[in-house]
């Protein structure tokens, strides 16, 4: 480690390539021989010396200052890379190195598509099925209210529980015998209070 460009930045490759190993590339250029100068975890194959191509600098149109990116590249075995490139300057401000991080697509693809097959739509449920189960019902109601709501069932206020009783009693879950114990546990409240709330919406109609 001849080079004082490597001293000083190979810390800094070193660790960003072992924080997103085995998925991402390093890589440092040498802007004066437009060669690799250091490269961890190597995706492309390339090795110290190899060619950098990089082209002419002052052609750049930078996102951020001195930094370039994301952009996407690919690799020889078609996998799709994001990448973003930093100019490193000298004391004097002069162009000295090029630092180049890659990242392989894949793993974020693949599991982007497991997720969007979960989420894809469902068939219709059969109905016959589950018009006994008034828990069903009654989750349903209670779930559809609280993201209405967009407020977690532990957070409703005594009006949110007394607006979403009045929806489980107009679906007739309230006159189930013994409804009244689930209904309390999935508002997480107690039975005293769910029936002191009873009380109240039955006073109310």
Request: proline share 7%; hydrophobic share 40%.
């Amino acid at each position: 480690m001849n080079d004082d460009r490597l001293r000083l930045w190979s810390p800094v490759c070193r660790a960003v390539a072992a924080l997103l190993a085995p998925y991402a590339e390093v890589v440092l250029h040498d802007v004066r021989t437009d060669s690799v100068l250091g490269v961890w975890n190597p995706l492309s194959r390339r090795s110290v010396g190899d060619p950098s191509l990089l082209g002419e600098l002052d052609r750049l149109d930078p996102t951020g200052e001195d930094v370039y990116g994301p952009y996407e590249k690919s690799l020889a075995d078609g996998r799709r890379l994001s990448s973003v490139s930093a100019l490193l300057r000298d004391a004097d401000g002069e162009p000295s190195a090029v630092l180049c991080v890659n990242l392989d697509r894949t793993p974020m693809e693949q599991a982007a598509a497991v997720l969007s097959a979960f989420a894809a739509p469902t068939q219709p449920r059969p109905e016959p099925l589950f018009e006994q189960d008034w828990t069903e019902r009654m989750r349903q109601i209670i779930g559809s209210f609280v993201r209405e709501r967009g407020t977690p069932v532990d957070r409703l206020t005594r009006e949110d529980r007394l607006a979403v009783l009045a929806e489980l009693d107009r679906a007739g879950i309230l006159a189930v015998r013994r409804a009244a114990p689930a209904v309390a546990a999935a508002l997480k409240t107690s039975r005293s209070t769910l029936y002191a709330l009873l009380a109240e919406l039955r006073n109310d109609t």
